[in-house]
């Protein structure tokens, strides 16, 4: 169980609860041992007035009619506690769930890029959400029959020893055999529930990535494929369930067994112990009712050895994920005012996946207010240079300079309020588009909204919709088209006023008029910000202040327009063969 020691800070942090359930339990199993004993009395009383009548009828009546009313009381009250008990553990185990999503989704939250690269969704949703819920079972009802009949067997088997220890040690007989079964099952079921895990990792995995490619799977026809990929692994999730489930079902014919063994035990022993005259009629009675009451508890054993190991399972697996170091963006604490200036020094990158160098001993300068165009083939470290500055990544070498402070002694999420950043492929929110673009600052205005959604020229596009800004989009924004998913994005990044605005590749669905004026509309209103455009496009370069041509990760040139087109190497022709193309069409 050291996975689970994780959760002792929970159990803690709702001491005060577990231990009022904890004395509940105990009450509510006094009140419960009443009514066997009561009948005891009673079958003796009975015994006595058949064999001896040395009680009046009425007398017994009144006795017997006393007995019932306390049974029933006391089944009353018993009842009563089990359910404020169960309010108590039982709430408990929902608590301490939600602060273990909660702590889980936190910790998505700072792990950095590469883990999300290496980690597929499904199983990420299956950790937070199958995982938690084994969890649950261990800290509310696992603890709560664990405490219920470890109560149950001390007060029980505390009395029967004082009324008739011989028959109580025939009765516990079946016991040690009860434990080895149980840790031998027991580890069998920890192993087995871990690949049981995996597996629904795996088969929810498969499903989310098949619902959100139903497009693609559809266009290539690919159903029936998709179908026979996913029997096979729900064949295989069934598989091991089944293998897990057959050795939990184990569990309950053997308690009932070795129950069945002990109630015979009862009755014989019992029996030649009453016919001697060791003890009373009343007192079998109990002991069977006894033994009953046991039945239950001692095959919750098994259910909750079961639990248990399952939760032990589940527990790694979520402490995989919590003992992943974090990128550490909020190391200092000094207060951040970033104006807009960027500088490379000699920065080399390299993907620790692929081991491929993207950037190589790079350096260039750009100045508050300044476009900067970033031209290049397919693979030459574009995008990676605009997610270095946005802390996405870190340099392996070299230095970022954000205004003369190096990125490395910066509180990156300061950083990241200063910087708007539209990725190459556009992410947008099942919500309506006017939250989609508040999505880069939440408290903006209605006419901060409108404004953001002009500067993107988008606004004429949303007052062509029914319910325009309140149009509410479907998944990733599938009922838009690509033009107007990338324009909404970067309305999304105008919205909050960024001081360095970085454009990925995120005019590509545009045709060249609407990029060329989306440009134009970005350096006229946010004049003071520094705007860097990944593009393959010269008619969005020939307009910026600098233009940075790479080639294989390396700076083949940096100037103009009118500079680079002097030095007649890659972005003279890239110029002059997309000129002829123009022409043409």
């Known amino acids: 169980?050291?996975?689970?020691?994780?959760?002792?800070?929970?159990?803690?942090?709702?001491?005060?609860?577990?231990?009022?359930?904890?004395?509940?339990?105990?009450?509510?199993?006094?009140?419960?041992?009443?009514?066997?004993?009561?009948?005891?009395?009673?079958?003796?009383?009975?015994?006595?007035?058949?064999?001896?009548?040395?009680?009046?009828?009425?007398?017994?009546?009144?006795?017997?009619?006393?007995?019932?009313?306390?049974?029933?009381?006391?089944?009353?009250?018993?009842?009563?506690?089990?359910?404020?008990?169960?309010?108590?553990?039982?709430?408990?185990?929902?608590?301490?769930?939600?602060?273990?999503?909660?702590?889980?989704?936190?910790?998505?939250?700072?792990?950095?890029?590469?883990?999300?690269?290496?980690?597929?969704?499904?199983?990420l949703m299956n950790r937070i959400s199958e995982d938690v819920s084994k969890v649950r079972m261990y800290v509310g009802p696992a603890i709560m029959y664990t405490i219920n009949t470890v109560t149950l067997f001390i007060i029980v088997i505390s009395y029967m020893i004082s009324v008739a220890p011989k028959l109580t040690m025939y009765v516990l007989l079946p016991l040690p055999l009860l434990s080895l079964i149980i840790y031998k099952i027991s580890k069998i079921i920890n192993i087995r529930s871990k690949i049981v895990q995996e597996y629904l990792s795996k088969l929810t995995t498969f499903t989310q990535e098949s619902f959100s490619g139903v497009k693609i799977i559809k266009t290539y026809t690919l159903e029936n494929v998709i179908n026979k990929n996913l029997q096979l692994i729900a064949g295989e999730s069934k598989n091991k369930n089944m293998s897990l489930v057959k050795v939990q079902s184990w569990f309950f014919p053997l308690m009932i067994l070795l129950i069945g063994i002990s109630n015979i035990l009862v009755i014989y022993i019992g029996g030649i112990q009453y016919m001697n005259g060791e003890i009373e009629l009343g007192v079998l009675a109990e002991f069977i009712i006894y033994v009953t009451m046991l039945t239950w508890p001692v095959a919750t054993v098994g259910w909750v050895t079961s639990i248990i190991q399952q939760a032990e399972a589940s527990q790694k697996r979520i402490n995989e994920f919590l003992n992943t170091p974090v990128d550490k963006?909020?190391?200092?604490?000094?207060?951040?005012?970033?104006?807009?200036?960027?500088?490379?020094?000699?920065?080399?990158?390299?993907?620790?996946?692929?081991?491929?160098?993207?950037?190589?001993?790079?350096?260039?300068?750009?100045?508050?207010?300044?476009?900067?165009?970033?031209?290049?083939?397919?693979?030459?470290?574009?995008?990676?240079?605009?997610?270095?500055?946005?802390?996405?990544?870190?340099?392996?070498?070299?230095?970022?300079?954000?205004?003369n402070a190096n990125t490395k002694n910066i509180n990156l999420t300061d950083l990241r309020k200063y910087i708007g950043y539209v990725p190459q492929s556009t992410f947008l929110f099942s919500d309506t588009i006017a939250n989609n673009i508040k999505f880069g600052k939440q408290e903006a205005s209605k006419d901060e909204v409108i404004e953001s959604a002009k500067i993107a020229c988008l606004f004429d596009?949303?007052?062509?919709?029914?319910?325009?800004?309140?149009?509410?989009?479907?998944?990733?924004?599938?009922?838009?088209?690509?033009?107007?998913?990338?324009?909404?994005?970067?309305?999304?990044?105008?919205?909050?006023?960024?001081?360095?605005?970085?454009?990925?590749?995120?005019?590509?669905?545009?045709?060249?008029?609407?990029?060329?004026?989306?440009?134009?509309?970005?350096?006229?209103?946010?004049?003071?910000?520094?705007?860097?455009?990944?593009?393959?496009?010269?008619?969005?370069?020939?307009?910026?202040?600098?233009?940075?041509?790479?080639?294989?990760?390396?700076?083949?040139?940096?100037?103009?327009?009118?500079?680079?087109?002097?030095?007649?190497?890659?972005?003279?022709?890239?110029?002059?063969?997309?000129?002829?193309?123009?022409?043409?069409?």
């Open 329 to 403: 963006l909020n190391e200092f604490n000094k207060p951040l005012q970033i104006n807009g200036d960027v500088t490379f020094e000699n920065i080399s990158f390299i993907f620790k996946e692929t081991k491929i160098k993207a950037l190589n001993n790079i350096s260039f300068n750009v100045k508050r207010g300044e476009t900067v165009a970033i031209m290049g083939d397919v693979g030459s470290g574009k995008s990676t240079i605009l997610e270095l500055i946005s802390g996405v990544y870190k340099p392996d070498y070299g230095n970022i300079l954000i205004d």
């Open 1 to 123: 169980m050291k996975e689970l020691k994780f959760l002792n800070k929970f159990l803690f942090k709702y001491k005060i609860k577990l231990v009022i359930g904890f004395f509940i339990t105990v009450t509510a199993r006094i009140f419960a041992l009443v009514a066997p004993n009561l009948v005891g009395n009673s079958i003796t009383l009975i015994e006595n007035y058949v064999l001896s009548s040395s009680i009046e009828i009425e007398i017994l009546k009144q006795r017997l009619l006393l007995n019932i009313l306390l049974i029933v009381g006391s089944a009353i009250l018993a009842g009563i506690f089990t359910f404020i008990m169960r309010q108590m553990i039982i709430n408990v185990s929902r608590f301490i769930e939600f602060d273990l999503k909660n702590i889980i989704y936190k910790k998505y939250q700072l792990l950095n890029y590469d883990f999300y690269k290496n980690n597929r969704t499904g199983d």
């Open 461 to 585: 596009d949303i007052n062509d919709f029914k319910d325009r800004f309140n149009t509410l989009l479907g998944e990733r924004g599938v009922n838009l088209s690509g033009g107007q998913k990338q324009r909404l994005a970067i309305a999304r990044a105008i919205i909050k006023k960024p001081n360095i605005l970085l454009l990925d590749d995120s005019l590509s669905a545009v045709d060249t008029e609407t990029e060329e004026k989306i440009i134009s509309n970005i350096e006229n209103k946010t004049k003071k910000t520094t705007v860097i455009i990944s593009t393959h496009r010269v008619s969005t370069s020939k307009n910026c202040d600098k233009i940075i041509v790479l080639n294989k990760g390396f700076i083949e040139s940096f100037g103009t327009h009118e500079e680079l087109m002097k030095e007649k190497k890659s972005y003279f022709s890239i110029y002059t063969k997309q000129s002829k193309k123009k022409e043409i069409n």
